[in-house]
């Protein structure tokens, strides 16, 4: 079963950092990229970014570039938001999804989030 983690969310003063992790089970890294959505308070999802093997790091989001970026450990089977300069309007619940194959692909499985508050 195709099963994705997260962990690592928590309460963070402004310009602090955190990481992010997606602990993958069930399908190897190599055939899916793994993407970084998050949800705030009366907002619809958004798209941040992604990695995969197929495209490297793929960017959805401006607003997140030079702040965040993914890393990835496949004998881990472990992906890793990095956050830095992080602000207020970062606050949010924090999700990654597997997608088939490539950073545009079908959204398959999404991990269950994991809160990022972020006070100013």
């Known amino acids: 079963e195709v099963q994705l983690v997260e962990s690592g969310g928590g309460l963070v003063q402004a310009g602090g950092s955190l990481r992010l992790s997606c602990a993958a089970s069930?399908?190897?890294?190599?055939?899916?990229?793994i993407g970084w959505f998050r949800q705030a308070p009366g907002k619809e999802r958004e798209g941040l970014l992604c990695?995969?093997?197929?495209?490297?790091?793929?960017y959805y989001e401006d607003s997140v570039k030079g702040r965040f970026t993914i890393s990835s450990d496949n004998a881990k089977k472990t992906v890793y938001l990095q956050m830095d300069s992080l602000k207020p309007e970062d606050t949010a619940v924090y999700y990654c999804?597997?997608?088939?194959?490539?950073?545009?692909?079908?959204?398959?499985?999404w991990g269950q989030g994991t809160q990022v508050t972020v006070s100013s």
């Open positions: 069930g399908f190897t890294l190599d055939d899916y990229a």
């Open positions: 999804v597997a997608r088939w194959n490539h950073c545009g692909g079908d959204l398959r499985r």
């Open positions: 990695i995969s093997s197929r495209d490297g790091l793929t």
